[in-house]
């Protein structure tokens, strides 16, 4: 046994930790825009982003178009799928009341994924709208993958629970894993930028990405935080859920689905990016407590803010340009060991 | 006030629970004894709707509890299982909040009336004030299950259906825990339906008893009448009686 604080001094609600996630989540916004190959200076940034939103003149129409046109949209799309991952994560991990539950873990992230490749792989696209195929095909696999987990999971054990769903998470991905290499390695007109592209990349994000984005977290993170008392109940025990008058059933359909969804739009703007549903939540938890009033909000900021650096790192502060993916493994594959250690004894 | 008909639980092939009929009504507790494996956790548990049964059980003697929503369910019957764990660093006064839950649902800003006042006082019933703030993860088994009974107090039911209570505490807070449960039954529409697997609680607390084996059931009625010295040696295949007798002259 590890020493815990026997009793906890956490307040009801502080504006103080939201205060300083909000303004850590700001400058880390600027200095993602200001960061980049273009030389521009940190207070040229900062006008052009004043100025723009007053409407009034910039000195250098050119430095506008790098920080609105080229820098902001990929800054907005990291923010946005750092949040959105980090929210599934904090919530997968208080539904299956498991730390080590998240959509890369669950199969959902790898189902996804194959769904897009296979978009790409075939150019399988909407009419009207290019990216279109790839995004449907992310949801509907993402979903597809859920559903075929749950259906194997319990015909296994009616009760649906936890180790059995992680454990056939684990396993599909494995399998989903090799059958994207195989589909990569036959559509080889393709094979450099799907292989880039399954590590995660936001090179390609655009403002319709953005947008795309934003509405898939309003909604499916609105649902999310509108369970926040179910997903405690579910954290304290599925079974004392049920006995204190949770619906159980229908309340785990829905996050499902809504996770589901996130995860599939996310995927198919970045590609996979591991490690930030997993190890996000807990630095939140540690910040303000199990509770998933408190817990959903703060995993927002954090894996907003950890998806920003971790794309700055991979952009321009390493002599190499590597994929997001792999920056977020490494770093977030290290502090989850770390975490562990500290935490897991006792859980 | 409540009433099971014919309920049947199958696993497989097999009946854990079979054809069994009960009544509760206000003002009773009832005990369900029996040797491991008679069915009567399983019993529980399709009270609570967590295993598929035939039959039914009926509310007030006239709306199956099938019908229900979860949280009007919880408002009528409130479950204390026989063990219960937190894994995360919940704090005790949480725990016990979430008993409000069934009150709350539906509401987006969950305006509960009498909700916090229901939460102290289920903390001072149970002792459990000074350790309001404490994390889930520091408690011993005993006060683990405290918590839990603190939480079904909020929950405010009017029947109590306990799966072996007082499995992990010590003696005092056993004695505590029941003259509590008897305190609490004393308010009129309550009622009271457990599981003890100690046959001298069974028969000092209890006012009715279902004599269970393997899942059928053997005799019910009064606690004296059911669980006299030749139902429990067919049941139990001892000699109760006599070991009851050998175990209090240890103290003699």
Redesign the interface.
Known sequence: MTKHARYLKRDRFSPVTYALLAAALFLTFVVCLFIGRADISFRETVSILWNSLWGLAVESANHRNIILGVRMPGVLCVMLVGASLSLCGAAMQGLLRNPLADGSTMGVSSGAALGAVIAMATGFTLPGFAFGGVTVMAMAFAFGSLLLILLIAYSLDRSLSTNSIILIGVIFTMFISAVISIIITFASRHTQSLSFWTLGSFSGANYQHALLLLAALVICGGVILRFSAELNAFAIGEENARHIGVNVKRVKLIILIAVSVLIGICISVSGTIGFVGLVMPHIARMLVGPNHRRLLPASLFSGAIFLLWADLLSRRLLPVKLPIGVVTSIVGGIAFIIIFCRTGKTR | MLQGNHITVRYGRFAAVNDLSFRLEEGQWLMLAGPNGAGKSTLIEAI???VPYSGSFLWQGRQDIRTL???????RI????QK????????VE??VG??R??Y??GF?S?NDGGGQESVERALQMTGLTDLR???M??LSGGETQRV?LA??FA?DPQVLILDEPVNHLDLKYQQHIFSLIQAWLMQPGRAVLSVVHDLSLARRYGTHAVLMDHGKCVSQGDAGSVLTPDHLRSVYGMDVHAWMRDMLSQWM
């Not at chain 2, 409130?78 to 299982?81: A, E, R, T, V, Y």
């Not at chain 2, 219960?84 to 704090?91: I, K, L, Q, R, S």
């Open positions: 609570a709707q967590g929503k979860p949280a009007q369910l919880a408002r409130g479950i204390l299982s219960n764990t937190v894994g995360y660093a919940y704090t949480e725990v979430l008993g839950y069934a709350k649902a987006l969950g703030r404490a994390s993860l520091t839990f939480q079904v929950q």
